[in-house]
């Protein structure tokens, strides 16, 4: 049975850094798509960043720079580090798995697996 747990979120001012953590079981990270997606109520799920088998990464526009996803596949971990954190990023935070062709673009389409989520709250 697969599960992906996220940690590491929470609550931080303006110009801040979280490091979130994705917890994998039942699958091997460097043999999937791996992402992370945020939402907030009322709106549609974004794609924040994706790392494919290859170690290729692709990151949304509004995070680039700040953000950066890696994996540690000792621990079978995907983390996020955010900086410069903005009241913008508050969202739920989510970590997914997809076969290959989900890292093509930062749909959240084809993810199979997905997490339970990790608030962030970024305050002005």
């Known amino acids: 049975q697969v599960q992906l747990v996220e940690s590491g979120g929470g609550s931080v001012q303006a110009g801040g850094s979280l490091r979130l953590s994705c917890a994998a079981s039942g699958l091997t990270v460097s043999r999937y798509c791996m992402g992370w997606f945020r939402q907030v109520p009322g709106k549609e799920r974004e794609g924040v960043a994706v790392?494919?088998?290859?170690?290729?990464?692709k990151y949304a526009d509004s995070v680039k720079g700040r953000f950066t996803i890696f994996q540690d596949n000792a621990k079978n971990t995907v983390d996020l580090l955010m900086n410069s954190l903005k009241p913008e990023d508050t969202a739920m935070y989510f970590c997914?798995?997809?076969?290959?062709?989900?890292?093509?673009?930062?749909?959240?389409?084809?993810?199979?697996?997905w997490g339970q989520g990790t608030q962030v709250f970024v305050s002005s």
């Open positions: 790392v494919d088998v290859g170690g290729i990464k």
């Open positions: 997914a798995a997809g076969w290959g062709a989900a890292c093509s673009s930062l749909s959240s389409i084809r993810f199979a697996y």
